[in-house]
């Protein structure tokens, strides 16, 4: 099967995420977590990328990335092949060294980034490597850079999550204070082990629903898009059921939709977008009898074989007449 187009636009964000082949722990040593972060540097440097928060565990890594010139395949291309060869040559070695292809979900900027720097930052607390205390002092982060400026990279921005923390400035006292923003998300908030959390690694963009609408009109993101899995996915299909509807009910008449029996079920209206969608979507009958009130399986039937009602309106649309 030949492999889907990743989403890439100048200016995205992304959550990236991959792990050793077998969860190996391919970082188990300081040498090679050096060598994979002076990758990361190189890759940052060479393709224009902008760094918002990273972290190296021992068997993977997160990287919350901006690629201002829309080159994410090409640059992750030459992160992970040149890492895995300067790897195998150290080692003498051969074969994959990661799982597979790096998992990628688009992200919004402002609240969704910023939760997300959270979300990397707090990992080794997460796996029990140390404290929120402890945390300036494990290095192979961008959290242990923040705490030491003169040593930070001029792509590494660290004031995203400072802003999104409430505005915090990049000095001791705002460092201090985003200390206890981590503090509070690791006892209480959405950083703990709560469901919205842990998605932060999961389906395929991290922001609001307007968001993830925009990059699927905008950027004709599909179902079948290689950045998706299987629920992000399902929430595709349903942003485009939902586009496909207002468009069928913006070419009826007001009148079709005011009629004396506009709420029943089984309303001429109602059954003739059913059928029209059914024709050119693949919706399911449950979101059509959830959006439109309609028992789809009896009436878009009986429309079928020439004896239900809507047959005008459906005609209607098929022509894309109001």
């Known amino acids: ?11 995205a964000c992304y959550h990236v995420i991959n792990r050793g082949n077998y969860r190996g722990d391919i970082f188990a040593t300081e040498k090679t977590k050096v060598a994979f972060e002076d990758c990361v540097f190189e890759a940052c440097v060479k393709h224009g990328w902008v760094l918002h928060a990273y972290v190296v565990m021992r068997n993977h890594y997160h990287l919350a990335l901006e690629t201002p010139e ?4 090409v640059g992750m291309q030459w992160l992970q092949a040149t890492f895995a060869n300067r790897f195998n040559r150290l080692r003498g070695e051969r074969g994959h060294l990661f799982q597979g292809r790096y998992k990628a979900l688009a992200v919004e900027e402002g609240a969704a980034l910023g939760l997300l720097c959270d979300y990397i930052h707090l990992n080794p607390v997460r796996a ?3 404290t929120v205390a402890e945390l300036p002092e494990v290095r192979f982060s961008s959290y242990w850079h923040l705490w030491r400026p003169k040593m930070r990279p001029a792509f590494l921005r660290v004031q995203t999550a400072l802003e999104d923390a409430g505005g915090l400035a990049d000095t001791k006292a705002g460092w ?8 509070w998300h690791a006892e209480a908030g959405p950083a703990g082990k709560n469901a919205a959390y842990v998605n932060l690694s999961k389906g395929w963009a991290l922001g609001t629903s307007g968001f993830k609408a925009d990059l699927v009109v905008s950027h004709k993101v599909t179902e079948s898009a290689r950045a998706l899995e299987q629920h992000g996915a399902e929430e595709v299909r349903r942003m485009r059921w939902a586009q496909a509807c207002t468009a069928a009910l913006a070419k009826l008449p007001a009148a079709a939709r005011q009629s004396a029996d506009a709420a029943a079920k089984s309303a001429a209206w109602k059954v003739a977008v059913a059928a029209h969608l059914k024709a050119t979507t693949d919706v399911s009958n449950g979101w059509l009898a959830e959006r439109l009130g309609v028992y789809v399986s009896k009436h878009v039937g009986l429309l079928r074989r020439g004896t239900g009602r809507g047959g005008e309106w459906l005609a209607k649309l098929a022509e894309g007449k109001g």
């Open 128 to 130: 029990g490597v140390a």
């Open 70 to 73: 829309g080159n994410l395949v």
């Open 176 to 183: 201090a204070a985003y200390a206890r923003h981590l503090e």
């Open 1 to 11: 099967m030949a492999r889907k187009l990743r989403l890439e636009y100048p200016g």
